[in-house]
């Protein structure tokens, strides 16, 4: 499946504006991940840290996933991180 036919919500025929990415890494290393992406014209938007699985919520405009997964696949060299789900944003942080 590309990612244009991602950005198409097929059960409510709504176009995805943003997506929720969930990455496992070390919590003292998303103020790391956070200058990275502020240089880059706001790719992403680090949202939560939960403390118990340490999953990092981003939100990533729909345009911009496959550049934000490029990236964060570029930062594994840096920061030991893994995506483990994203999907469509409902719409709330």
Same mark, same amino acid.
């Given at each position: 499946?590309?990612?244009?036919?991602?950005?198409?919500?097929?059960?409510?025929?709504?176009?995805?504006?943003?997506?929720?990415?969930?990455?496992?890494?070390?919590?003292?290393?998303? +103020? /790391?991940?956070?200058? $990275?992406?502020? !240089? =880059?014209?706001?790719?992403?938007?680090?949202?939560?840290? #939960?403390?118990?699985? +340490? /999953?990092?919520?981003? $939100?990533?405009? !729909? =345009?911009?996933?496959?550049?934000?997964?490029?990236?964060? #696949?570029?930062?594994?060299?840096?920061?030991?991180?893994?995506?483990?789900?994203?999907?469509?944003?409902?719409?709330?942080?």
């Amino acid at each position: 499946m590309s990612l244009q036919e991602l950005n198409f919500n097929s059960n409510n025929h709504e176009k995805i504006l943003e997506y929720d990415l969930y990455v496992k890494m070390p919590l003292e290393d998303t +103020h /790391l991940l956070g200058y $990275i992406s502020e !240089a =880059d014209d706001h790719i992403m938007n680090i949202r939560h840290a #939960e403390n118990e699985d +340490h /999953l990092v919520k981003i $939100i990533v405009p !729909a =345009d911009l996933l496959e550049i934000a997964m490029e990236m964060l #696949e570029l930062l594994k060299t840096e920061i030991k991180l893994e995506v483990v789900k994203y999907g469509p944003n409902p719409g709330h942080p």
